[in-house]
């Protein structure tokens, strides 16, 4: 008899667990959403990265959302939150819409969550997106404008963390504009992969080194060159700093992975 109850205790116990796995939509709370617009490299693809500011239990929730091609723009209908069983983490409910790669132009933009329709635009130029969108308690637009990356621009950042390093960062900008690396001014904006400030600076950061600086670069010569130059560095100083460089073809060069 004993075994009988075990058993159905087990029973009972293994349906919870399915039934926490299975993916249920939210029908309540879930309001606000904070969205950060990017442009994919090097597919130069228009997209709007989405995440509810309530915090789950669980992660990999996810923002049910659908849309198409509207007259003059788009229609984006938000029905809700499909939630998951996963217990691994904490996180927000996310998804990505990806437009695709956006001629010049005002598009007009239509969200639509339960009975309320918000409404604003978007305005692409060649050098930056705008978003342009009526207050509201629900949609967040985190960062517009938003400065486009031009074509032959690479950047990133050397880290170290003694003093004395210096005068070898200094050497190793030397060579890379020696490379064919030019420096020019680029307009002041958020470019999401960096940003310049006012005076037409990079802005720094550390990202966890004691010293730290980036950089951005026009740079037209062939990247694979890139490659081999961060390989001859890292061999030689791969203890003393540590050196990231991107394109705008979409392509990382780390120090730390020679």
């Not at 007009?108 to 978003?131: A, M």
Request: with cysteine.
């Amino acid at each position: 008899m004993y075994a009988r109850i075990l058993n159905f205790i087990l029973i009972l116990l293994l349906m919870v667990v399915v039934i926490s796995c299975d993916s249920v939509k939210s029908k309540g709370g879930d309001a606000e959403i904070n969205i950060r617009i990017y442009e994919e490299l090097p597919s130069r693809n228009f997209q709007m990265h989405l995440s509810t500011v309530k915090i789950y239990n669980q992660s990999g929730h996810q923002i049910d959302v659908i849309w198409h091609k509207a007259p003059m723009g788009f229609d984006f209908t938000f029905k809700g939150v499909l939630k998951h069983g996963r217990m691994d983490a904490f996180g927000p409910a996310t998804a990505t819409i990806d437009l695709g790669v956006l001629n010049t132009g005002t598009y007009r933009l239509i969200f639509r969550k339960g009975q309320n329709i918000h409404l604003g635009k978007l305005d692409v130029f060649n050098d930056q997106y705008t978003i342009n969108f009526n207050s509201n308690p629900v949609f967040n637009f985190l960062n517009s404008p938003l400065n486009r990356i031009p074509d032959h621009t690479i950047w990133g950042l050397v880290g170290y963390h003694r003093e004395e390093t210096k005068p070898l960062v200094q050497s190793f900008f030397s060579e890379l504009i020696e490379l064919g690396a030019i420096m020019k001014p680029f307009a002041p904006g958020n470019y999401n992969s960096f940003e310049i400030d006012k005076n037409g600076d990079v802005v720094n950061y550390n990202a966890g080194y004691r010293f730290s600086q980036a950089f951005v670069f026009y740079y037209s010569e062939d990247t694979s060159e890139l490659d081999n130059f961060l390989k001859q560095w890292s061999y030689l100083h791969s203890e003393l700093m540590s050196i990231s460089i991107y394109t705008d073809k979409g392509e990382a060069f780390l120090s730390w992975m020679y």
